[in-house]
């Protein structure tokens, strides 16, 4: 019975005399710690080998002279070492020997991570130009696996075109990005971010903002829709260009500003104190850089000062109404459609309008009395009437005793009487 059951503990023993150890992966510049167990152990050394099968630790006797490598605990079940700033020819298979008959040995696997540096974009011409073809180049180098480029535009993302290039262990990453350049692309932000298991923490980023020059486009924006006499008038000479166009250029009917001193530049605003009818014309504001030149014009009409009337006790069949969409837009107070007058000016032709409605009504009712007076009068002497000589036509051979029997019907009278009502 002793026997057998010393000899189940020695198979029990062997079987548990197998180092174990487990595959690591690090950061370069990072460390790695190498472990090796053994769970049953009779008094038998450990030792750990480089990948070159060089001897790194026996027990706790260092064999390797590298400062790198240090030991962490050494024990008769445990052997575990460190390796500091690791780097990419650290990598590959670690052996660690448990020297018993035979030596019993596990491998465990080693591997380094590149670190992409930080990318860069290249192909940014300052300023573009609008209507530009660019094209924008980021490049990493030095990531194994090979690292993944994003583009973004603004905060959204856009692809680009990826190529991968082996260099060595490491990786040379490029992504492309073709643009044609608008105005809208002035002060857009295009960002160029890596992706990587090894970038645990912040994400390896650049970004440039494009600037784009563009020639200046020009609207005029009155501060009133109907302009009237005496009132305060201001036109605002809006203009979007890079580099900003300024000063901007008033001029009226072509020629200089006639009146400076009711008629105020400051900046892009031209303002009237108090308008008139002198001030009618066609105001023009232009601006320009070393790209072009824009301009726009407005055409002011200056309207009369409406007038109280009072109310009209007849109203029009068909009252005129002033268009107010003929009020809108950059020439909405322009009088060429009409000439010198204004059909829509406020209080111009009110009185007009009135006297003229109330004589149509006035025509028009008499026509419809006279309408219903002839209709009942026709309606009254509807019938049929006889002559005397039709009166006794009938049994009559001759056209004197026609008249005869009629004469002597007058006393029948009274039967053929009609009654209207």
């Known amino acids: 019975m002793f026997v057998i059951i010393f000899t189940i503990y020695i198979v029990i023993l062997k079987i548990g005399q197998y180092p174990l150890v487990q595959n690591l992966t690090v950061t370069e510049g990072g460390t790695a710690n190498m472990t090796c167990r053994v769970e049953y152990n009779d008094n038998t050394s450990l030792q750990w080998s480089n990948p070159a099968q060089q001897t790194l630790f026996f027990g706790d006797k ?3 002279r590298d400062n790198r490598i240090e030991l962490v605990r050494a024990s008769w079940s445990e052997l575990i070492i460190s390796i500091h700033d690791v780097t990419l020819s650290d990598e590959g298979m670690y052996t660690c020997s448990l020297f018993t008959m035979p030596v019993r040995t596990a491998k465990a696997y080693l591997t380094v991570l590149g670190v992409p540096e930080k990318p860069q974009i290249d192909g940014l011409t300052k300023p573009a130009i609008e209507g530009d073809h660019i094209t924008l180049t980021c490049m990493t180098q030095g990531s194994k696996p090979a690292a993944d480029l994003r583009w973004f535009r603004n905060e959204k993302e856009i692809k680009g075109a990826k190529e991968v290039n082996a260099s060595g262990k490491t ?14 692309d002035d002060g857009v932000a295009y960002t160029c971010k890596v992706d990587h298991e090894a970038l645990t923490q912040t994400p390896q980023q650049a970004t440039e903002v494009l600037e784009v020059h563009y020639a200046p486009h020009v609207e005029v924006t009155p501060s009133l829709t109907v302009p009237q006499e005496g009132q305060y008038l201001k036109l605002e000479c809006v203009s979007k260009g890079n580099p900003s166009p300024d000063p901007v250029m008033w001029t009226k009917d072509g020629g200089d500003l006639p009146d400076l001193d009711r008629m105020i530049v400051e900046g892009r ?7 008139n009818k002198t001030d009618n014309g066609t105001y023009r504001c232009e601006a320009s850089n070393h790209l072009g030149t824009s301009s726009a ?10 007038t109280i009337l009072p109310p009209s006790t007849t109203p029009p069949l ?7 969409t003929a009020l809108l837009g950059t020439h909405a107070s322009d009088p060429s459609v009409t000439g010198n007058r204004d059909p ?18 006035v025509v028009v009712f008499v026509t419809l009395c006279l309408i219903i007076v002839l209709g009942r009068y026709l309606a009254r002497h509807k019938g049929t009437y006889l002559t005397n000589e039709a009166k006794g036509a009938d049994d009559a051979p001759d056209a004197d005793t026609a008249i005869i029997n009629a004469e002597g019907n007058h006393a029948h009278a009274e039967e053929k009487k009609e009654y209207f009502i």
């Open 62 to 64: 260092k064999a390797l």
């Open 171 to 184: 990786f040379t990453v490029r992504s492309s990005l073709q643009l044609h350049v608008g105005r809208n």
């Open 269 to 275: 605003e031209l303002t009237f104190t108090s308008l």
């Open 297 to 306: 014009e407005y055409v002011l009409y200056v309207y009369d000062v409406p």
């Open 318 to 324: 068909h009252p005129i109404l002033p268009d107010p």
């Open 344 to 361: 829509n000016a406020i209080g111009q032709h009110g009185t007009d309008h009135a006297l003229i409605g109330g004589v149509v009504a």
